[in-house]
């Protein structure tokens, strides 16, 4: 069921460690029966984002990160080329890119260039919704 299919952006489950909220987002996962995807280019941003100095003083490790999403998600293999989702970074097209090969109904960022690609995207794939962290969570409040 496409409703419960999620992929997170990395600015998201940097977003629910640096506030400390992982435990909520867990939660969330689990009573809801969620099904959230990553793949390794994710766990790729994680480990880079996490040398950050804007995040390094939160005293995150990256592997902490990256062990919860391996217990919390699923593993997907991206298939490639991909194709160019996010002109302004195309760092990003691999979020859109997971979220379409595994048919997810959702994709929740808080990055501004996909943000801003939102309108386009949900015209060309109508299964595909782009929420905000703040949206996420009022679907499951």
């Known amino acids: 069921m496409r409703i419960k299919r999620y992929v997170l952006d990395a600015n998201i489950w940097f977003s629910y ?3 400390k909220q992982e435990n909520n987002l867990a939660t969330i996962i689990l009573e809801n029966g969620l099904t959230i995807f990553y ?3 994710l766990i790729d941003e994680i480990k880079r984002v996490a ?3 804007r995040i390094q003083k939160y005293s995150i490790e990256a592997s902490t990160i990256v062990s919860f999403i391996k217990l919390a ?3 997907f293999s991206l298939i490639y080329p991909i194709k160019n989702y996010i002109p ?3 760092n990003d097209n ?3 890119a997971l979220a379409l090969q ?7 960022s808080g990055d501004s260039h996909i943000l801003s690609q939102k309108q386009t995207l ?5 299964k595909l919704k782009i929420i905000t962290k703040a949206e996420f969570e009022k679907k499951f409040s």
């Open 51 to 53: 040398t950050y100095k």
């Open 122 to 126: 949900e015209e060309r794939h109508s």
């Open 94 to 96: 691999y979020i859109i």
């Open 39 to 41: 793949c390794n280019e």
């Open 102 to 108: 595994t048919n997810s109904g959702f994709i929740t």
């Open 17 to 19: 460690f640096i506030s």
């Open 73 to 75: 998600a699923i593993h």
């Open 88 to 90: 302004d970074d195309e």
